[in-house]
């Protein structure tokens, strides 16, 4: 149904613009760095323990926190941004924040993802087990993202786009009033947590690792912003492509009409 | 004012126009014919009309009520009947009248009334709504609806399936609606039946309406093909 | 009609086709009872550990049949359209939630006493404080059942909702999982913990949920 | 040999007797109109003959198969179009048609002029089946059983949903399998419209069949009321 | 047609269908792993429980998961009389059964490879005889398939499907249970015993009910 010149149209405008281009620029740049930062500039955390004088620490595996702790704040930004777009969807009655929800929401479940993968994966060495039973963070970690899975699947369910919008706020808004509920009881349920105290007090957090977590922090904030714009660029353009593609299906519909119009003029 | 105002309405299905730009526009006391061949438009016409759709573009107000902003004012007040029975199957016709009729406030006698107004056979109260024909099934559908006394109706196909004796209950609810000052609007492909009880001819082509001539009306008959 | 009516007549007609069909009774039930026979054997027949156990088995198995319950309130409304039936009626969305709900939560109530029934049988469990077990049970099948009647609602007549509904349902539930299995265990006497403390977790539960449902089913409603 | 071959058939819906000894003949090239009030008996009569329900009591033949014995063999054989669709909602219509004919073992290119046959417009084949209109699922469901080029045609309310075109569709359709020695049986409440394409009458009333006299059927309208 | 491409005409529907709504990837898949969660929270976190009973666990969740495959099996048929077509369509029920149970096998295999990666990492589980394992599971499977096909033919149509076909099939399906949490327990080093064993009754219940379907569907069909 979409023409051919409508496709190019669509195609030229990308979901890029010069602001991004610069802001991408900026952040390859960022990754570089950070990669000398992380692999490079800190040190693997080796500590000599006192009695036995033998290595201990949590060697390589350390450097994960570079990654790890970034992207826990990129899911709970994305979140906070998810909830505010279902709000502003019932109170405005907006598509715009719609799309905003929506495109947060997919970067938040990746987030959540990644802090789970990772989270496991440094778990293994440090723990001796990919997953912790009873520690607070691991499982509102995890809730929070099947709660995200949740939504995804509604945004996906069929209806207009109108009607897919008010049904996922609901759900969008819900999911915050969930993410309290989960905390509130998780944490009456696991109050000890070994997670993440220890791991920086005994790592002894400082210097040029300290520097290097707070600079992946400030890099991840700025790649989820990157991914946000692109990812809501889609979306609108999806939305604008179904536009065009709908004049072309108001006019072919509207052709089925000819032999009756004519039938009426004569 | 009129009952119906649609001007340059379209009702998108998934992605299909299914409306694309549907002008028309029906006074209190007329009954109208919705004809066209099959997926024109019809169904989609009289569900937007009942509120359960909304419109995507154009202006609608039906019963005064702007269909984009308030569909629930609507909903309340038109007799739709559309494929599905919208009945209970394990409810029997009974109750399935009972409850209904409590749903929209509807007293005891009226619905009493309305089932008889169908000529629903007295055996029939007791059976469970799954175990009926589809012809009484579709009975059953329509005394719920009389029982509301709406001012507007939307019937989609009411003569389907129906036996000689409920068509005629069928075609003489039209004329009483009309004649009571209520606005009616019939989808058909049995134009003959429905031709000599509406008073205007609508053909819905493409998602578009199209008003039919006196001369083509007089004919009661216009060939799509 | 006042609210209340209404909440009463949605309510009547659900429990009616429910008398009428018998299946939270011969169905749902009997599948709660055939899954905490399954763990019997999962576990090995491991007298400690289901004993142990007993409160959280209970609770899983209770969510897994209210999942079924929450489908058959839906079904309901989904075979020949009469969804759109009740939006024409002019009911108000609140009345219809909380007229679902509530038939929706007598039944699960129904089942869970039931299955209760089935722990003390198979697994032994004994009940040391019966007024915190009672209120605790009360407070979670509320809340289960306002939580499923939301999400159900927002389903509706999807074809998916089979299969979306409890992925949707089940990590919202987890709290009243966790809060319900703790309050069970003491009331149990297999776990040292307060229980009134997540009695008043599941209470809380309960009443945000059923708030919500009357709040958003207005809007899902009005705009659908 | 008939082609139906009917006598005291009862057939039990739950304890109801929808059928209550009805005896019917029908031959090979003949085509007979079921008429009756609804309920009267008329789907419960088709989906005997299609093999689809058990028979309580008398004797029942069709196609050459006891239909107390071997069901199955009958239902290969007959053309069946019901109330339901037997389509898959989520397949396209393209793909349903090719799923039911290769079922059949039905060439394609016996299913595409199936297809034409029933005029099914191109834009329908990649549309899902679950975002067809009501007569564009009927047509759909009619090309299937006529890809199969079945002997006995059993057909219920056919015309039902059906735009001008398509009701002249399935007339031909009615009238063509006649001639090709097939015999065709229309449940139906359209009696002007299938009057003039069947041979003969018969009447479906409180589960008994009634042959129509001549007379009654050159008046093309039996009352039943 | 050959039985051969009869059950490959009704196989290749089924998965088209399965790959454009996405059920089991999507909602049935997620939905098992939400279970295996809800058991951590369920057992209180008992890290040497969860590990102990990690066979049972998993087993438990593939037949809760293997229900919601057969029920959308069977709804495929149900929704517009497909199932009427069916029978007028002169297929062999043989090769409708073995058609339909393909799909839902190689469904049901998917999840059940899924579900166990999620126990690799929530239960800890490690895997001590790969091939063991890995035998078992394909047995147990095909079994469940078998199984679940068969009965979901036999409920049909039925309003009541949603809640008849878990109480009909569980029991079915307890020997499968055990056999195959035996036989996992020792794969995976949890329980001695002789998982090979195990296997073979898991094989020969599988080969009875493959068996079994192929001779009663035409049965079921012929005398509906
Ligand atoms: C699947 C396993 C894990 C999950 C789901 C997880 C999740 C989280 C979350 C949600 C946070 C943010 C905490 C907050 O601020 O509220 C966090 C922070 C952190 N995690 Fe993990 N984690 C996991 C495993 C680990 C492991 C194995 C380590 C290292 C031994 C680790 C080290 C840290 C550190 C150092 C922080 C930053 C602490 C802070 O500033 O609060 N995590 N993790
Ligand atoms: N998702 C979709 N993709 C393509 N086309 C669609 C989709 N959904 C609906 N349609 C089309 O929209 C139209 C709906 O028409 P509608 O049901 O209003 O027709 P109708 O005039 O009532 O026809 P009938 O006489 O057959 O009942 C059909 O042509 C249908 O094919
Ligand atoms: N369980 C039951 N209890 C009572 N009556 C039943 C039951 N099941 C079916 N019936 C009756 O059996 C009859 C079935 O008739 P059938 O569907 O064959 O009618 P029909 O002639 O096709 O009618 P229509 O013109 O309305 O399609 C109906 O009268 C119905 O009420
Ligand atoms: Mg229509
Ligand atoms: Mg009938």
């Not at chain 2, 056979?121 to 012809?135: E, M």
Request: include cysteine; glycine fraction near 8%.
């Amino acid at each position: 149904m979409v023409s051919v010149d409508q496709t190019a149209r669509a195609d030229s405008m990308g979901t890029s613009s010069k602001t991004t281009r610069i802001l991408g620029g900026v952040l390859l740049a960022g990754i570089a760095l950070w990669l000398f930062l992380a692999f490079v500039v800190t040190e693997p955390d080796i500590r000599i323990d006192g009695t036995s004088g033998q290595e201990i620490g949590q060697f390589d595996a350390f450097r994960l926190i570079y990654v790890h702790v970034p992207v826990v704040f990129v899911a709970y930004t994305a979140f906070v941004v998810t909830a505010i777009g279902s709000i502003m969807v019932l109170v405005k009655r907006s598509v715009w924040w719609d799309l905003v929800a929506g495109a947060s929401a997919e970067i938040g479940a990746l987030a959540s993802a990644l802090t789970l993968i990772t989270g496991s994966i440094w778990g293994r060495p440090i723990w001796g087990t990919y997953w912790l039973w009873g520690d607070v963070r691991i499982l509102t970690t995890l809730v929070l993202f099947m709660l995200s899975l949740g939504y995804l699947a509604v945004r996906r369910l069929e209806g207009t786009a109108e009607e897919r919008a008010r049904r996922s706020a609901i759900v969008g808004i819900l999911l915050v009033v969930n993410i309290l509920i989960v905390n509130r009881s998780v944490e009456w349920w696991a109050s000890q947590t070994i997670h993440q105290d220890s791991t920086i007090a005994e790592a002894a957090i400082g210097g040029s690792k300290a520097f290097t977590l707070f600079y992946s922090i400030v890099l991840a904030m700025g790649l989820f912003t990157w991914m946000m714009i692109h990812r809501f660029r889609l979306a609108w353009l999806e939305r604008q492509f179904d536009r065009f593609g709908l004049d072309d299906a108001l006019t072919s519909r509207r052709a089925e009409a000819a032999s009756v119009l004519e039938g009426e003029m004569s | 004012m009129a009952v119906v105002a649609l001007s340059d309405v379209v009702v998108l299905l998934g992605r299909f126009p299914a409306l694309a730009g549907a002008t028309l526009s029906v006074e209190a006391g007329q009954s109208v014919l919705l004809q066209g061949a099959n997926g024109a438009g019809k169904s989609t016409l009289l569900r937007l009309c009942a509120g359960l759709l909304r419109p995507e573009n154009g202006t609608a107000t039906v019963l005064g009520s702007d269909l984009f902003k308030d569909r629930r004012a609507v909903r309340q007040k038109v007799g739709y009947v559309g494929h599905l029975s919208m009945l209970y199957d394990d409810l029997s016709v009974a109750e399935n009248l009972r409850f209904w009729a409590n749903a929209a406030g509807v007293s005891e006698k009226q619905e009493r009334a309305a089932a008889e107004r169908m000529a629903i056979d007295g055996r029939l109260f007791d059976v469970p709504v799954k175990a009926l024909s589809a012809g009484q099934r579709r009975r059953t559908a329509l005394a719920v609806a009389a029982a509301r006394r709406p001012s507007l109706w939307l019937l989609d196909e009411p003569h389907a399936g129906l036996d000689q004796a409920g068509r005629d209950i069928v075609d003489e609810l039209i004329t009483d609606a009309a004649a009571a000052g209520g606005a009616v609007l019939v989808a058909s492909h049995e134009l003959d039946r429905v031709a000599p009880v509406v008073d205007r001819f609508v053909t819905i082509a493409g998602g578009l309406a199209i008003e039919q001539s006196q001369t083509q009306q007089a004919g009661g008959h216009v060939d799509l093909v | 009609m006042s609210i209340l009516s209404e909440v009463r007549l949605i309510m009547g007609k659900d429990l009616r086709i429910e008398r009428r069909s018998k299946i939270a009774l011969n169905q749902v039930a009997p599948f709660a009872i055939l899954i905490v026979v399954l763990f019997g054997f999962a576990l090995n027949a491991d007298r400690a550990a289901l004993t142990t156990f007993t409160p959280g088995l209970y609770w899983v198995t209770v969510l897994l049949a209210s999942i079924l319950a929450v489908h058959r309130s839906v079904a309901i409304e989904a075979g020949e359209g009469a969804r759109e039936g009740l939006l024409l009626s002019g009911l108000r969305p609140a009345s219809i939630f909380l007229g679902k709900a509530t038939a929706l939560i007598s039944q699960i109530f129904l089942v869970s006493i039931v299955l209760l029934g089935a722990v003390v049988i198979f697994y032994d469990a004994r009940v040391d404080d019966a007024v915190l077990l009672v209120t605790s049970l009360v407070s979670a099948v509320v809340g289960v059942g306002a939580a499923g009647t939301l999400y159900g609602a927002l389903l509706g007549a999807q074809r998916a909702r089979e299969t979306v509904l409890p992925i949707l349902l089940l990590p919202v539930l987890a709290p009243v999982l966790i809060a319900a299995t703790r309050a069970f265990g003491d009331a149990m006497g297999t776990v040292a913990t307060d229980g009134w403390a997540w009695t008043a977790l599941l209470a809380s539960f309960a009443a945000i949920y059923v708030a919500m449902g009357v709040v958003s089913h207005g809007v899902l409603m009005e705009e659908n």
